[in-house]
């Protein structure tokens, strides 16, 4: 089974790492798809999320990091992908998530989504909480790897 598992991953934490890593475990090949989102300006740029997301998936050897615009549903079909993946952390996930499930697959019946439960220490993560304590100085060492706490005081640096 070729998936793909998409997302902002604005940047990429250890919560990401950990579906990644499962999911590639489970399928032929993953294609990690960071979404080019014009109308969400992010805090790092397409280029520097593709660069942090290869240095920490570099292990695994049937993940293909790549980007894409448009319809999600287009770019798998485009990609021979037969199924999204994507994590679920808690509950407050879930409604959201049937939602693009749901309408994915109206779009392409043929698409399946694989929900892959989060492991429990990653259950609160999100990118935007691991930004904020980074912004403030807070250690981020827990929650991403070296390369993006990096990443992120280097960020974070030029805009005091
Ligand atoms: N670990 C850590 N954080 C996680 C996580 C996990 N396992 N799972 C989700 N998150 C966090 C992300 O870090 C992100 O945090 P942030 O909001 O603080 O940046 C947040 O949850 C949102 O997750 P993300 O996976 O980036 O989803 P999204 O809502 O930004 O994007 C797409 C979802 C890309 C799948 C969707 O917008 C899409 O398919 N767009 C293309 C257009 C399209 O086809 N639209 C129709 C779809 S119905």
Redo the contacts with the bound molecule.
Sequence with gaps: MKAVY?????PV?Y??I??IKRTSEKVETLVVAV?N?PS?KGTFSLEERIVLLKEVTKEFENVEIDSFD????DYAYKKGCTSIV??L?AVS?FE?EM??AL??KKINNNLETFFMA?STK?GY?????VKEVSMFGGNVSCFVPEIVEEALKNKFKRRI
């Design positions: 998409p997302g902002s991953f604005d934490t919560g990401h950990d579906i979404l989102n969400k448009g319809l999600l549903t994507r994590g952390r996930d959201y939602q693009m309408v994915n989060s990653y993560l999100s990118s935007s909480i």
